[in-house]
């Protein structure tokens, strides 16, 4: 067995202006990397299901939007089915499950076009209502925040087992998105404050 003191875990820091050289070139001026940020790009022509946009801002526990934030998203595609191996059948190749978008520069807005994802079954057997992934990184985060949006007005919320396991109910809100127009979600995220959006340790 290897001892600990061989190889000890790295000290984590903060979220730099690497990280938008490294992750999204493109965006940050940096061209003939890739054609696109990787990420940019969460779906192709044919794909199945409602197309969205979701859009949004991440602030701080002052109010004050971060404009150098970058998300990350995962989720199913509008069959419930992630990329991958999954008992359930092949997921859409026309859908990556994934994507990478950064806030601007200026006002800190990110946005992302996607399709809407369906239920996708918890380990028990219960399905879970459908959601959106987010992984968070930004000036003064040490480890990346992890975070989910819900759908609103889906009736699968009430019995999802991740929001009803939320000890304090009142804060289920932060969870859910606003459709603004059709096919058009906010969707903020407060990092403090009265209006924290609720995180989820794993």
């Known amino acids: 067995m290897q001892k600990l003191s061989q190889r000890q875990e790295s000290p984590s820091q903060t979220a730099g202006p690497y990280v938008h050289i490294g992750c999204v070139p493109n965006f940050a001026g940096i061209t003939g990397v890739y054609p696109n940020d990787l990420g940019a ?3 192709r022509n044919g794909v199945k299901g409602e197309r969205i946009k979701v859009t949004g801002t991440i602030f701080d526990g ?3 939007p971060l404009k150098d934030a970058m ?10 089915i992630y990329p991958g191996n999954d008992p359930r059948g092949p997921a859409d190749p026309s859908f990556n499950g994934w994507g990478r978008v950064a806030g ?4 800190g807005v990110w946005n992302l076009e ?16 459908p959601h959106i992934s987010f992984w968070v990184v930004a ?9 989910r949006m819900f759908f609103p007005n889906d009736p ?3 019995r999802d087992p991740w929001l009803t396991r939320i000890e304090h109910q009142n804060r289920v809100p932060t969870l859910i998105a606003t459709q603004t127009q059709p096919g058009t979600y906010q969707f903020d995220i407060h990092l ?6 609720v995180f989820f340790d794993v």
């Open 104 to 107: 601007d520069g200026t006002t």
């Open 114 to 129: 996607t399709i809407k994802p369906g239920p996708v079954p918890f380990p028990d057997g219960r399905m879970m209502a």
């Open 62 to 64: 002052l109010g004050a």
């Open 192 to 197: 403090q404050g009265p209006a924290e959006t």
């Open 139 to 147: 000036r003064g985060i040490n480890i990346a925040l992890q975070t």
């Open 71 to 80: 998300i990350e998203v995962w989720q199913a595609d509008a069959n419930g």
């Open 41 to 43: 790009i969460m779906f």
């Open 156 to 158: 699968m919320n009430e």
